[in-house]
């Protein structure tokens, strides 16, 4: 709509060319180091024959690290030539209070004592000693500040536990009546939020993490993790279109930055992982048989059923161990040729059983 287009534009202009009235001091108090949004990207629909029109586009949100979750930093220090003092939120948080975290961002920055004791000596005393976490200069990333992203493409739920047992992700609304989602973020410097039909969450802290997964329904998910360097994102880890159904269990434990990543997978959930999945393009054979198990296990079969299956999955163990035979010894190409036609086979009258 070309008439909201440009009331927007004509308000943005009218904010971007505001000054202070004269006699007016300004201060500006900038919030730094937590992942904010800081545009949207968006791509063309995947799905095949999707129309390409904007109701069908893929959206992605882009974060920064360079705001305080709600505000990016270019925005909140936007007037020139007044006082500016910068918040490092990312180091405010870690810290522990009375034993306990703290996970300060836009919404309540004033409750930081450091802001408080800042707004004080302004009045009063004067800024010649800043508060602790304080500067008149932007902060800089260390050496040490890694941060971690999550992306998640349904129908999974996700949720995020640090070493201590904190939580960031969805919570039970205590509101009977109401239909909106409640979220909490207790891991310091972390955040989840749902966009589209993706979930997105984060953390800055140092400590171990485990993402946790649970199956909303039946179909397939992929999930994607950015390990990022300051701001910079320096490896990203994908798990694609990873079977699941309702209840399904997995997760994934980040330690350090240097130890590979998996993915256990406890199809029905009973505590018992059927397959562990290495990142990359997708799951293999192998994985997909222990996952079919899985899922067997969920489904409503007779005992001759489960008999029948378990029979069908059985030769296909067989055929993935002797592939493993195939050595240079053996004339590999032709060897591999033969097993990939037992398993088609297998796989085949596997589908039929299925059916059945």
Same mark, same amino acid.
């Given at each position: 709509?070309?008439?909201?287009?440009?009331?927007?534009?004509?308000?943005?202009?009218?904010?971007?060319?505001?000054?202070?009235?004269?006699?007016?001091?300004?201060?500006?108090?900038?919030?730094?180091?937590?992942?904010?949004?800081?545009?949207?990207?968006?791509?063309?629909?995947?799905?095949?024959?999707?129309?390409?029109?904007?109701?069908?586009?893929?959206?992605?949100?882009?974060?920064?690290?360079?705001?305080?979750?709600?505000?990016?930093?270019?925005?909140?220090?936007?007037?020139?030539?007044?006082?500016?003092?910068?918040?490092?939120?990312?180091?405010?948080?870690?810290?522990?209070?009375?034993?306990?975290?703290?996970?300060?961002?836009?919404?309540?920055?004033?409750?930081?004592?450091?802001?408080?004791?800042?707004?004080?000596?302004?009045?009063?005393?004067?800024?010649?000693?800043?508060?602790?976490?304080?500067?008149?200069?932007?902060?800089?990333?260390?050496?040490?500040?890694?941060? +971690?992203?999550?992306?998640?493409?349904?129908?999974?739920?996700?949720?995020?536990?640090?070493?201590?047992?904190?939580?960031?992700?969805?919570?039970?609304?205590?509101?009977?009546?109401?239909?909106?989602?409640?979220?909490?973020?207790?891991?310091?410097?972390?955040?989840?939020?749902?966009?589209?039909?993706?979930?997105?969450?984060?953390?800055?802290?140092?400590?171990?993490?485990?993402?946790?997964?649970?199956?909303?329904?039946?179909?397939?998910?992929? +999930?994607?993790?950015?390990?990022?360097?300051?701001?910079?994102?320096?490896?990203?880890?994908?798990?694609?279109?990873?079977?699941?159904?309702?209840?399904?269990?997995?997760?994934?434990?980040?330690?350090?930055?240097?130890?590979?990543?998996?993915?256990?997978?406890?199809?029905?959930?009973?505590?018992?992982?059927?397959?562990?999945?290495?990142?990359?393009?997708?799951?293999?054979?192998?994985?997909?048989?222990?996952?079919?198990?899985?899922?067997?296990?969920?489904?409503?079969?007779?005992?001759?059923?489960?008999?029948?299956?378990?029979?069908?999955?059985?030769?296909?163990?067989?055929?993935?161990?002797?592939?493993?035979?195939?050595?240079?010894?053996?004339?590999?190409?032709?060897?591999?040729?033969?097993?990939?036609?037992?398993?088609?086979?297998?796989?085949?009258?596997?589908?039929?059983?299925?059916?059945?």
């Amino acid at each position: 709509n070309q008439a909201l287009l440009n009331n927007a534009s004509s308000i943005q202009n009218s904010l971007d060319s505001w000054v202070p009235p004269a006699g007016i001091k300004v201060i500006q108090i900038v919030g730094w180091g937590l992942d904010t949004i800081r545009g949207i990207r968006y791509d063309d629909c995947d799905i095949p024959l999707c129309p390409n029109n904007l109701s069908n586009l893929d959206r992605d949100p882009v974060f920064t690290l360079d705001g305080d979750k709600t505000v990016v930093v270019p925005s909140a220090n936007a007037i020139q030539g007044v006082d500016t003092y910068y918040l490092n939120l990312r180091d405010y948080n870690q810290e522990l209070f009375l034993n306990a975290r703290r996970n300060r961002d836009h919404v309540d920055i004033f409750e930081v004592d450091s802001i408080q004791e800042l707004v004080k000596s302004i009045i009063i005393d004067g800024t010649d000693n800043l508060p602790k976490h304080i500067t008149t200069t932007k902060p800089i990333f260390t050496d040490n500040d890694r941060s +971690l992203r999550f992306r998640v493409y349904s129908p999974v739920f996700l949720d995020v536990y640090d070493s201590s047992g904190n939580h960031t992700g969805l919570v039970p609304n205590f509101d009977p009546n109401s239909d909106l989602r409640s979220v909490e973020a207790n891991i310091p410097n972390s955040y989840y939020l749902e966009f589209g039909e993706a979930k997105y969450s984060g953390s800055g802290s140092p400590d171990d993490i485990t993402i946790v997964l649970t199956g909303e329904a039946v179909g397939t998910f992929t +999930l994607e993790i950015d390990e990022l360097s300051g701001d910079v994102v320096s490896v990203t880890t994908i798990f694609k279109d990873i079977p699941v159904v309702e209840n399904t269990h997995g997760v994934v434990e980040i330690k350090n930055e240097s130890a590979p990543l998996s993915l256990s997978l406890d199809i029905d959930n009973d505590g018992i992982s059927d397959a562990v999945i290495e990142p990359g393009l997708g799951v293999n054979t192998e994985e997909v048989v222990n996952i079919l198990r899985g899922i067997m296990k969920t489904l409503n079969l007779t005992d001759k059923q489960k008999t029948r299956l378990n029979k069908v999955l059985n030769r296909i163990d067989k055929v993935l161990a002797k592939e493993g035979g195939c050595d240079e010894k053996k004339k590999q190409e032709k060897c591999e040729n033969r097993i990939k036609h037992r398993l088609s086979n297998t796989l085949e009258r596997l589908h039929k059983t299925l059916e059945r």
